[in-house]
């Protein structure tokens, strides 16, 4: 596990395991789970991004949810600044849990409607013991200044902003408790193109300044290409691919990763590409298919996809890759060893 | 970062915000007759109720009495007017009396005039000790309108603290509240309470903690739905992420997005309780007199009607079915205008 730089790392997410329960019948008896997240792991490094790519229905979101414990994990570590989430109170969650935020995909879901900016600001620095008394106001107007939003927009309900403006008091909200690392999902999906890219600039601009560190979870690639440091590419709730921007776009190895690179489109008419179009649909999650998950769609399966299942190795020293065709080791076996 | 889309366009309308959902809930009401003929009759019989003792009483409203001028003394029971005979006084030529519109007192009897038939005198008639139904019927209003709110209030409260645990921590409380709410719905709710009046005084509080009581079931799982719908919403996984206090996210941010339905229910549960208390003071096991209910006057009915006393079946009947029928409409064009679908 060595993708990024050899510092401490601010997030550090081991073996992480979400199976929702199926349910069948008088008894609710439990008859299979859809295994939505099914032993991932990364580091983030403080001030850095790592986006997770994926079709929808491939765990980035529950990932996401799961690091904060807005989901509860089926089994695995969140380390996060030494940490374990995983085996926090509720009362511990609480306070530490604050370093860690969200910002969501829709921002018309994502306010409370019967509340104005200010009380859902206030709220949030009240939980926390933040900003007490006088401060309050001052906060708040530098909260929403922060996100470019001027202060008599704080009296106002969220009905009365616009998806680009919802989705900076989202932000706001996010940084009114300090955290260190923000988990973004799918941020800029729901918004305009026209305005996704003030989002990101504003995102970046944060960064820079706050030192933040986000877990940016999207299915747009050329989003990820302009916002990421690392990327990990997931596919039916498993890491097949994790490297630098970098090594992901230019040299990517897993068929799955170069699918993807192949389906996102370039802004060029005289590009001319190759286009590898993947037969059948993803799999359920609820029966997954055995040995490496990807195989019955993969151009390049071997017989021995079905039977292995093939841990993330080392391609170079910031690029792993979970293919034995590709990116082989001796003796793969089911067990994670990526060292 | 300046850019243009941080301009927030003036509100024209500074009320606008506040009241948007509520604003569009009306505007949808309005279109439906029947809902604003029975929110006409509800708002009639919330003045009526209020008003009672200005309405239909043998005190006056203003009197000049020995020189001494009395305002509402209904209200202010000046000392030397404790045992005032009001109903046989009349005012001599320096005296003066303003009598409410009904004169007459809801509790006076009158035993040479008994199960006297409407006149000009005793609009609706008199029951079988003199009292003139009018008053009486007006005075029951005030019972059971504030039954009727009273219980539904308790009940809206108890639904409420079952509903929104049972929505939001799920797993085993959610199982818990469940079997709760099966258990209690079991019970036939009119025998339950006659179960429990007949261990309590029926004074009117205690109807009406009993009504609220047995009635709960059907907010707690309005509310309970409600919650597990919205639990998953994202404001309310944002506002668990910063770190508020469970109390906090249920009822700040839960609950004041989850009252729309419970507001329709309650309107519907207002007729249910107000027909609850006639059925029980009919039965004699409600109001106790001589408090006048308009399930009491029917009570008198039974043995009467039969003697060709008409009056009191027909207008205590009417009232109680006008009443249910009102808030019945007011309900359902609430629910109405509350469904999105139906919006045009």
Redesign the interface.
């Known amino acids: 596990m060595n993708v990024s730089t050899p510092t401490e790392p601010l997030l550090a997410v081991e073996g992480l395991v979400k199976h929702f329960p199926v349910r069948r019948g008088v008894f609710s008896k439990v008859v299979g789970a859809v295994r939505a997240v099914d032993g991932v792991d990364f580091t983030i490094p403080p001030g850095k991004t790592l986006s997770l790519v994926g079709e929808s229905g491939c765990g980035k979101t529950t990932v996401g949810?799961t690091i904060?414990r807005?989901i509860e994990p089926t089994g695995g570590r969140v380390v996060f600044k030494g940490v374990d989430m995983v085996s926090l109170g509720r009362r511990e969650l609480?306070?530490t849990?604050?370093r860690?935020?969200?910002i969501?995909?829709?921002p018309y879901?994502?306010?409370?409607?019967?509340?104005t900016v200010y009380s859902v600001l206030s709220?949030?620095l009240n939980?926390?013991g933040l900003a007490p008394g006088k401060q309050r106001r001052e906060r708040i107007y530098e909260l929403l200044d922060l996100?470019?939003?001027?202060p008599?927009?704080a009296d106002?309900?969220p009905?009365?902003?616009?998806g680009?403006?919802r989705q900076?008091i989202?932000i706001a909200?996010?940084l009114?408790?300090e955290p260190d690392l923000i988990v973004a999902d799918e941020p800029i999906s729901a918004l305009d193109v026209s305005?996704q890219a003030?989002i990101l600039?504003?995102l970046a601009?944060l960064q820079e300044r706050l030192g933040l560190a986000y877990l940016f979870i999207s299915h747009d690639l050329s989003v990820v290409q302009l916002v990421s440091d690392m990327v990990a590419v997931m596919y039916l709730g498993r890491i097949v691919e994790m490297g630098t921007v970098k090594d992901i776009f230019e040299r990517p190895v897993h068929p799955y990763t170069k699918a993807l690179l192949a389906a996102a489109p370039v802004a060029d008419p005289e590009h001319a590409r190759k286009r590898i179009i993947l037969s059948g649909d993803v799999p359920s999650p609820i029966n997954p298919p055995s040995g490496c998950h990807f195989h019955p769609r993969c151009p390049d399966a071997i017989p021995a996809c079905r039977e292995l299942e093939q841990a993330l190795t080392p391609v170079t020293a910031s690029h792993e890759a979970a293919c034995m065709v590709h990116a082989p080791t001796t003796g793969a076996t089911s067990q994670s060893g990526s060292e | 970062?300046?850019?243009p889309?941080?301009?927030?366009a003036p509100?024209s309308n500074p009320t606008r915000?506040?009241q948007?959902?509520w604003r569009l809930v009306w505007r949808q009401f309005r279109k439906n007759k029947q809902a604003l003929v029975g929110l006409g009759l509800v708002l009639f019989l919330f003045v009526v109720a209020i008003l009672t003792p200005v309405l239909a009483n043998d005190v006056p409203i203003i009197m000049v009495h020995e020189g001494e001028r009395y305002i509402l003394p209904y209200y202010t029971r000046p000392a030397e007017l404790v045992n005032f005979q009001y109903d046989r006084w009349e005012p001599s030529e320096d005296e003066y009396a303003l009598r409410p519109p009904i004169p007459h007192s809801p509790f006076r009897q009158n035993l040479r005039n008994r199960q006297a038939a409407p006149s000009s005198e005793h609009w609706l008639g008199t029951d079988d000790r003199g009292r003139d139904v009018l008053s009486r019927m007006i005075w029951g209003t005030r019972i059971s309108i504030s039954i009727g709110f009273v219980a539904v209030g308790i009940s809206v409260a108890i639904g409420v603290v079952f509903g929104a645990l049972a929505g939001y921590y799920t797993g085993w409380v959610d199982v818990v509240v469940l079997r709760i709410i099966e258990v209690m719905m079991c019970f036939p709710s009119f025998f339950l309470i006659l179960a429990i009046i007949a261990f309590v005084r029926p004074s009117i509080w205690n109807i009406m903690i009993v009504i609220g009581l047995t009635s709960w079931m059907g907010v707690a799982r309005l509310v309970r739905g409600e919650f597990l719908k919205l639990r998953e919403?994202?404001?309310v996984?944002?506002?668990?992420?910063?770190?508020?206090?469970d109390m906090?996210v249920m009822f700040?941010?839960l609950l004041?997005?989850a009252l729309a339905p419970v507001l329709v229910s309650a309107t519907f549960g207002v007729a249910g309780a107000i027909l609850m208390e006639s059925g029980l003071s009919f039965l004699g096991f409600g109001v106790q007199p001589p408090t006048a209910s308009w399930g009491e006057l029917l009570k008198q009915s039974q043995r009467l009607v039969a003697d060709g006393v008409w009056w009191l079946v027909t207008f205590p009947g009417a009232a109680i079915f006008i009443t249910v029928t009102a808030f019945n409409l007011v309900g359902e064009g609430l629910r109405d205008a509350m469904d999105p679908r139906l919006r045009q």
Not at chain 2, 5 to 8: A, G
């Open positions: 949810r904060l807005l609480r306070t849990r604050r860690m935020q969200i969501f995909q829709d879901g994502s306010l409370n409607p019967r509340m709220e949030v939980a926390h996100v470019g939003l001027p008599e927009s106002r309900y009905h009365e902003f616009s680009g403006q900076r989202g909200r996010a009114a408790v305005i003030q600039n504003l601009d | 970062m300046s850019n889309e941080s301009t927030i509100s915000h506040r948007g959902y919403s994202e404001f996984l944002a506002a668990r992420a910063t770190g508020l206090r906090r700040r941010h004041p997005n």
